[in-house]
């Protein structure tokens, strides 16, 4: 088999007995809290967010981390856009209703 899959046997039983690192245990932590950090925001947190997030739980992590780890884990946010007042168009050339107030307001009760 590992003529096959081009692999020499001592690097084949080298990978077999392997134990993982500090770093790759540290990793698989962190991406399994941004995962449930990017659950848990209903899919709406991004990497700023979420790094405050970890900063709270005690990670030391940066943000850019955070988004490169997002990316890995193809984890995108939902960015919503602000709500923006749209107007009347009032450059056109349709009829204008007359103005029969003409702002004269009177106050008729007695003082």
């Known amino acids: 088999m590992c003529n096959v899959l081009g692999v020499s046997?001592?690097?084949?039983?080298?990978?077999?007995?392997?134990?993982?690192?500090a770093q790759e245990l540290r990793k698989a932590e962190v991406l399994k809290r941004i995962?449930?950090?990017?659950?848990?925001?209903?899919k709406r947190y991004g990497s700023p967010k979420i790094t405050h997030k970890l900063h709270m739980e005690g990670y030391a992590i940066t943000e850019r981390t955070v988004g490169s780890y997002m990316k890995?884990?193809?984890l995108r946010?939902?960015?919503?856009r602000k709500f923006k007042v749209t107007t009347t168009d009032s450059n056109h050339d349709l009829?204008?209703?007359?103005n029969i107030l003409n702002q004269a307001f009177a106050d008729r009760t007695p003082p």
């Open 35 to 42: 995962t449930f950090h990017f659950q848990d925001s209903y």
């Open 9 to 21: 046997r001592s690097g084949y039983y080298k990978w077999k007995s392997a134990v993982p690192s």
């Open 72 to 74: 890995e884990l193809s």
């Open 77 to 80: 946010s939902c960015i919503s």
């Open 95 to 98: 009829p204008i209703a007359p």
